[in-house]
């Protein structure tokens, strides 16, 4: 069994900065992949970003390349999302979530393990 909690969200004004982190627990092997996602009320669960547990490959939906970046410490089992630059339409509960297998893929369908979420609010 495999639980992740993810934590660092909260209010923050336009521009401004959060950092995410998931704690994750069991196992996650290096074939992996960690993913962050997100969901807006009213909307469909959306992609943000993944990496490969143990490789340095990362992976950014368009809408927020070159404003969010995905790492990981391994020895600490933790995954961490840095949001800058955030807007209003970055609000939203965000989960990481671990693959189901050896997945490289985007899709919330390929990933068997979640986290409760953390809200982010952009406003002023």
């Known amino acids: 069994q495999v639980q992740l909690m993810e934590s660092g969200g909260g209010l923050v004004q336009p521009g401004g900065s959060l950092r995410l982190s998931c704690s994750a627990t069991g196992n996650i092997y290096s074939s992996h992949s960690m993913a962050w996602f997100r969901q807006a009320p009213g909307k469909e669960r959306e992609f943000v970003a993944m990496?490969?547990?143990?490789?340095?490959?990362?992976y950014y939906a368009d809408s927020i390349k070159g404003r969010f970046t995905i790492s990981r410490d391994r020895s600490q089992k933790t995954l961490y999302l840095q949001m800058n630059n955030l807007e209003p339409e970055d609000t939203a509960v965000y989960y990481c979530a671990r693959s189901k297998a050896a997945d490289w893929s985007s899709s919330a369908s390929d990933y068997l393990y979640w986290g409760q979420g953390t809200q982010v609010i952009v406003s002023s």
């Open positions: 990496i490969r547990w143990t490789a340095t490959s990362t």
